[in-house]
């Protein structure tokens, strides 16, 4: 069963970067790998998607390794604006996204 | 503007009752998901449709019941069964089912039960 491992939370300054880690050993050969940003009260929104190696956009990086069994999320120089929660869903054997607790970013002026 | 739209943003109701919740997208997506999320939590799998008229259980389906005879149109209904029925529901959208599913999400509709 696919499963991932998160922080439970973690804390930043504003201007800071930040690195959220998820661990994801049973990740399937052709499952890609999703981060999602949540804040309160809303739905999870998209933010960044890659198969290996390093994706960029303007939001976010997403590095992964070559074993893939984790990536990392990276955020530079957050703002008060990324606190939120962020999650790392895996794919099951139907395709649908796994969602767990996430990791809950706080960003302190 | 595309996107994908829930109603009632929030909803009260009486234990025994049963209540429909909305969801709605312009974006011609063919895969259509349900999810709950209780404070503090993750999201829970509910029901999922790949296609107009057929719809599978997800991981926490008891009480609840989905219909799909509108591509567009995903509701849910919580029923009087489902023990615990208050929490902030999510309604998703992607255009299939696949190894690099994006998922589209509503603003989300929180219940209570009275």
């Known amino acids: 069963l696919a499963k991932t491992t998160q922080p439970i939370s973690m804390d930043s300054y504003e201007g800071q970067e930040v690195n959220i880690t998820c661990s994801h050993n049973?990740?399937?050969?052709?499952?890609?790998i999703t981060w999602y940003q949540q804040f309160p009260s809303q739905g999870p929104r998209f933010i960044i998607q890659?198969?290996?190696t390093k994706v960029t956009n303007e939001v976010a990086s997403l590095f992964i390794p070559a074993d893939r069994k984790s990536s990392t999320l990276s955020l530079p120089r957050v703002s008060l604006s990324d606190t939120a929660v962020y999650y790392c869903?895996?794919?099951?054997?139907?395709?649908?996204?796994?969602f767990g607790r996430g990791t809950s970013l706080i960003v302190h002026p | 503007d595309g996107g994908i739209t829930q109603s009632p943003k929030y909803l009260f109701r009486k234990e025994g009752q049963n209540v429909t919740l909305s969801c709605e997208q312009n974006?011609?997506?063919?895969?259509m998901y349900w999810y709950r999320q209780d404070p503090g939590q993750g999201l829970r799998l509910i029901y999922y449709?790949?296609?107009?008229?057929?719809?599978q259980k997800g991981d926490i389906a008891e009480g609840y019941s989905v219909s799909r005879e509108k591509k567009e149109s995903f509701p849910l209904t919580v029923t009087s069964a489902q023990k615990n029925p208050t929490a902030f529901y999510l309604c998703?959208?992607?255009?299939?089912?696949?190894?690099?599913?994006?998922?589209?999400f509503g603003p989300g509709t929180r219940l209570t039960v009275l």
């Open positions: 974006l011609n997506h063919d895969a």
């Open positions: 869903p895996l794919l099951g054997g139907s395709y649908i996204p796994t």
């Open positions: 998703a959208s992607s255009g299939t089912v696949s190894p690099y599913n994006e998922q589209f």
């Open positions: 890659g198969y290996k």
């Open positions: 049973n990740i399937a050969t052709n499952d890609y």
């Open positions: 449709s790949q296609i107009v008229n057929d719809f």
